[in-house]
């Protein structure tokens, strides 16, 4: 039977008490444990005339959905915290984001804002939302089309997505197309000079880019009466990248040349999941499963010279990588009594890379021959199993408690121009206490023993021939470790909006970074480092200022990080981790209109690289800004016209050589700034 709603303002809040996940009229439904939630209906999200639920769950205040693959482990440690209709999505790559943006507005009953706690889903804490669909049998679709211009390149006019969904009785669908072409451009001056700082040459260079991704992706779900839920998602997708360097070089006292760089990839992939579950004795048991699998070949052509025909030189990098993963799980999970759930999870997972990489070279004009690359020929392959006990239970009514402890063990081997076979085994869990201080304010604690995965082209060699840099391949690197205590805070200020803020302490053990190798650098194990992060989702409604129908939402992150350097001694930041990144967006909905207006603020910094012998930058400043108008009745279709990078961002990198290696003296410098322009789009989207 329908749940009982108090309506308060612009959203509503449940006081519910049935304990973890149960079965009423067909639907499944996440019960919770004597805990307020907060519950949004599709009118509250009717101002920004939505096409999917996806654009419902980006308009909740204080609310920014995690990616279900950020590069996590399996599924026993996902990240996601999106469930529809009390479930989670079986993929990664095709996530719960993806399954969001297939589902009508139509068909969303009521989106419930709760604590991960109160699920009985291992791994989940902090704010999460629960999409609640009818589950009826009409045929619904939306449809978007968006152009582009940019500076310095054709126009695309082939951004396309559509989307369909229908049921009949039990069985219900999903299907999506989807063209996301990239189109980037820059331009300008590089300055290259020695370690006193004179000029030692100039290049005049013009980048671009033009990339062009097709995915088509969709699900089955089956629910009959008997309490059973099954569920089949599949993803396809073609990837085409070229990039594209002219630069004109000036050196110092010497002849005008030219160097000319190509990039290209062709990449497919495929991603299959499913699950199942169903009641087995006093509890539910549920199979998971998934298999994906990606092909990507590479290839990298440089080449240089002068206009005399001096100095004439050329390299080719071809690399074809092939990955997989599969993934089978299983959990148990019973209510022993009211607030009180137990769950039993296997999982086991096999992961590869398989690379096949060649160099070839060309001096004076001559033909290009093999030149030995190390480690760059190679298969890595994982095998893990692990397994996790979680109990969850209420221990007042407003506070709650969800604790899991386990362990994994994996096999990491390596073939081909390195042979290693290694086995290691790691205890992991997590603790997780939730206040309901009040009405408007929750508090979650979260310490955690997280496992990380590693990233397998760390185990091969690769070679950068635009900027000169090689990274060699590491058969030794280990997973890092980490001891993570989160602290969150969740205050509904009720008609004024509502702001999600986390603190992030972390001890890492075993940290991925760049060390030396032999007479080079590449990844490997640094072996303790620190992180302190701060990260929030805030929304504040304007109404009550006078400037009604209006909303200030803002997403950001800072982090510290901290680790010894390996060829220094010295303390520093980790590789290129991020410093902060924000983003604020102002939007009007004007009363008693169909027009909206807004304006967004983005923008990010990280730290420096570190390599053997140089210390590299990438930017973009300043922070990139733009500004649309958007009318949402044009013949039943809503029409966005953008207008972006109002600031004049610019792509920005320095890098600073030394000799023999960081330790030494600065023998070279090079800087530069570019320029993009300005870039206009056009958007029409609607629902059938």
Same mark, same amino acid.
């Given at each position: 039977?329908?749940?009982?709603?108090?309506?308060?303002?612009?959203?509503?809040?449940?006081?519910?008490?049935?304990?973890?996940?149960?079965?009423?009229?067909?639907?499944?439904?996440?019960?919770?444990?004597?805990?307020?939630?907060?519950?949004?209906?599709?009118?509250?999200?009717?101002? %920004?005339? @939505?096409?999917?639920?996806?654009?419902?769950?980006?308009?909740?205040?204080?609310?920014?959905?995690?990616?279900?693959?950020?590069?996590?482990?399996?599924?026993?440690?996902?990240?996601?915290?999106?469930?529809?209709?009390?479930?989670?999505?079986?993929?990664?790559?095709?996530?719960?984001?993806?399954?969001?943006?297939?589902?009508?507005?139509?068909?969303?009953?009521?989106?419930?804002?709760?604590?991960?706690?109160?699920?009985?889903?291992?791994?989940?804490?902090?704010?999460?939302?629960?999409?609640?669909?009818?589950?009826?049998?009409?045929?619904?679709?939306?449809?978007?089309?968006?152009?582009?211009?940019?500076?310095?390149?054709? @126009?695309?006019?082939?951004?396309?997505?559509?989307?369909?969904?229908?049921?009949?009785?039990?069985?219900?669908?999903?299907?999506?197309?989807?063209?996301? @072409?990239?189109?980037?451009?820059?331009?300008?001056?590089?300055?290259?000079?020695?370690?006193?700082?004179?000029?030692?040459?100039?290049?005049?260079?013009?980048?671009?880019?033009?990339?062009?991704?097709?995915?088509?992706?969709?699900?089955?779900?089956?629910?009959?009466?008997?309490?059973? /839920?099954?569920?089949?998602?599949?993803?396809?997708?073609?990837?085409?990248? =070229?990039?594209?360097?002219?630069?004109?070089?000036?050196?110092?006292?010497?002849?005008?040349?030219?160097?000319?760089?190509?990039?290209?990839?062709?990449?497919?992939?495929?991603?299959?999941?499913?699950?199942?579950?169903?009641?087995?004795?006093?509890?539910?048991?549920?199979?998971?499963?998934?298999?994906? %699998?990606?092909?990507?070949?590479?290839?990298?052509?440089?080449?240089?010279?002068?206009?005399?025909?001096?100095?004439?030189?050329?390299?080719?990098?071809?690399?074809?990588?092939?990955?997989?993963?599969?993934?089978?799980?299983?959990?148990?999970?019973?209510?022993?009594?009211?607030?009180?759930?137990?769950?039993?999870?296997?999982?086991?997972?096999? =992961?590869?890379?398989?690379?096949?990489?060649?160099?070839?070279?060309?001096?004076?004009?001559?033909?290009?021959?093999?030149?030995?690359?190390?480690?760059?020929?190679?298969?890595?392959?994982?095998?893990?199993?692990?397994?996790?006990?979680?109990?969850?239970?209420?221990?007042?009514?407003?506070?709650?408690?969800?604790?899991?402890?386990?362990?994994?063990?994996?096999?990491?081997?390596?073939?081909?121009?390195?042979?290693?076979?290694?086995?290691?085994?790691?205890?992991?869990?997590?603790?997780?206490?939730?206040?309901?201080?009040?009405?408007?304010?929750?508090?979650?604690?979260?310490?955690?023993?997280?496992?990380?995965?590693?990233?397998?082209?760390?185990?091969?060699?690769?070679?950068?021939?635009?900027?000169?840099?090689?990274?060699?391949?590491?058969?030794?690197?280990?997973?890092?470790?980490?001891?993570?205590?989160?602290?969150?805070?969740?205050?509904?200020?009720?008609?004024?909006?509502? !702001?999600?803020?986390?603190?992030?302490?972390?001890?890492?053990?075993?940290?991925?970074?760049?060390?030396?190798?032999?007479?080079?650098?590449?990844?490997?194990?640094?072996?303790?480092?620190?992180?302190?992060?701060?990260?929030?989702?805030?929304?504040?409604?304007?109404?009550?200022?006078?400037?009604?129908?209006?909303?200030?939402?803002?997403?950001?992150?800072?982090?510290?990080?901290?680790?010894?350097?390996?060829?220094?001694?010295?303390?520093?930041?980790?590789?290129?981790?991020?410093?902060?990144?924000?983003?604020?967006?102002?939007?009007?909905?004007?009363?008693?209109?169909?027009?909206?207006?807004?304006?967004?603020?983005?923008?990010?910094?990280?730290?420096?690289? %570190?390599?053997?012998?140089?210390?590299?930058?990438?930017?973009?400043?300043?922070?990139?800004?733009?500004?649309?108008?958007?009318?949402?009745?044009?013949?039943?279709?809503?029409? !966005?016209?953008?207008?972006?990078?109002?600031?004049?961002?610019?792509?920005?990198?320095?890098?600073? /050589?030394?000799?023999?290696?960081?330790?030494? !003296?600065?023998?070279?410098?090079?800087?530069?700034?570019?320029?993009?322009?300005?870039?206009?789009?056009?958007?029409?989207?609607?629902?059938?």
């Amino acid at each position: 039977m329908p749940l009982p709603r108090i309506l308060s303002g612009s959203f509503t809040v449940l006081l519910l008490a049935s304990p973890s996940v149960a079965w009423a009229d067909g639907e499944v439904v996440l019960a919770a444990i004597e805990t307020n939630r907060t519950e949004f209906v599709p009118a509250d999200f009717a101002q %920004y005339s @939505p096409v999917t639920a996806l654009d419902m769950v980006s308009r909740i205040p204080g609310f920014a959905i995690q990616s279900d693959d950020s590069g996590n482990r399996g599924f026993g440690q996902a990240r996601g915290n999106v469930l529809i209709d009390g479930q989670r999505v079986s993929s990664k790559s095709n996530g719960a984001e993806a399954a969001l943006g297939r589902i009508a507005p139509a068909r969303v009953v009521r989106i419930e804002v709760l604590d991960g706690n109160q699920t009985d889903i291992p791994g989940l804490s902090g704010m999460v939302v629960n999409v609640v669909t009818d589950g009826k049998g009409t045929l619904d679709g939306s449809w978007r089309w968006k152009s582009r211009i940019r500076e310095n390149l054709p @126009p695309s006019f082939d951004e396309l997505n559509l989307t369909l969904s229908g049921a009949d009785g039990a069985l219900s669908w999903t299907f999506e197309a989807d063209s996301s @072409p990239g189109r980037g451009a820059n331009a300008g001056w590089r300055d290259i000079r020695d370690g006193a700082g004179a000029i030692i040459e100039r290049r005049d260079e013009d980048m671009t880019i033009v990339e062009d991704n097709v995915t088509l992706s969709g699900s089955l779900a089956w629910k009959p009466v008997s309490g059973t /839920v099954a569920n089949l998602t599949a993803s396809a997708a073609s990837s085409e990248f =070229n990039q594209k360097q002219i630069s004109k070089t000036f050196p110092a006292g010497g002849p005008e040349g030219r160097r000319f760089f190509f990039s290209s990839e062709d990449e497919w992939n495929g991603e299959l999941g499913g699950d199942i579950e169903f009641d087995a004795g006093p509890g539910r048991l549920k199979f998971i499963g998934l298999s994906r %699998y990606e092909h990507s070949p590479f290839s990298d052509y440089f080449s240089q010279g002068n206009l005399d025909g001096t100095n004439a030189f050329e390299q080719r990098f071809l690399q074809t990588v092939d990955e997989g993963e599969q993934i089978l799980r299983s959990e148990y999970a019973l209510s022993t009594g009211k607030g009180r759930d137990w769950q039993v999870s296997i999982e086991g997972a096999f =992961n590869f890379l398989e690379a096949e990489t060649s160099l070839l070279e060309a001096a004076g004009g001559g033909p290009l021959t093999e030149v030995p690359l190390d480690l760059s020929n190679s298969r890595v392959e994982e095998r893990r199993a692990e397994m996790i006990f979680t109990h969850g239970r209420q221990l007042t009514p407003k506070l709650s408690l969800q604790v899991s402890a386990g362990a994994e063990y994996s096999e990491l081997s390596q073939t081909g121009d390195a042979e290693n076979k290694r086995a290691f085994t790691r205890p992991k869990g997590q603790a997780s206490l939730s206040w309901q201080q009040s009405d408007t304010l929750k508090l979650v604690t979260k310490v955690e023993r997280r496992v990380g995965q590693l990233d397998f082209f760390d185990f091969i060699s690769s070679v950068n021939i635009e900027q000169d840099i090689g990274s060699g391949g590491n058969p030794e690197i280990v997973p890092n470790q980490s001891w993570r205590l989160n602290l969150e805070a969740q205050k509904d200020f009720k008609a004024w909006g509502a !702001t999600t803020t986390r603190l992030i302490f972390v001890e890492l053990e075993d940290v991925v970074d760049e060390v030396p190798i032999g007479t080079g650098s590449g990844p490997g194990n640094i072996d303790t480092g620190s992180l302190f992060g701060i990260e929030t989702e805030s929304t504040l409604k304007l109404s009550k200022l006078g400037f009604t129908g209006a909303e200030l939402t803002f997403n950001g992150s800072y982090y510290d990080t901290e680790v010894e350097d390996p060829l220094t001694g010295t303390q520093r930041s980790i590789n290129y981790h991020t410093i902060y990144d924000y983003s604020v967006e102002l939007r009007q909905d004007i009363p008693g209109t169909d027009w909206a207006w807004g304006a967004e603020i983005e923008g990010y910094k990280s730290e420096p690289g %570190y390599q053997l012998n140089q210390v590299s930058l990438n930017s973009n400043e300043p922070a990139f800004a733009l500004a649309y108008v958007q009318n949402k009745d044009v013949a039943g279709m809503t029409a !966005t016209f953008t207008l972006g990078n109002l600031f004049n961002q610019r792509d920005k990198t320095w890098r600073a /050589v030394y000799a023999p290696d960081r330790n030494g !003296t600065l023998v070279r410098s090079e800087k530069f700034a570019r320029g993009f322009g300005p870039i206009v789009t056009f958007e029409l989207k609607g629902t059938f």
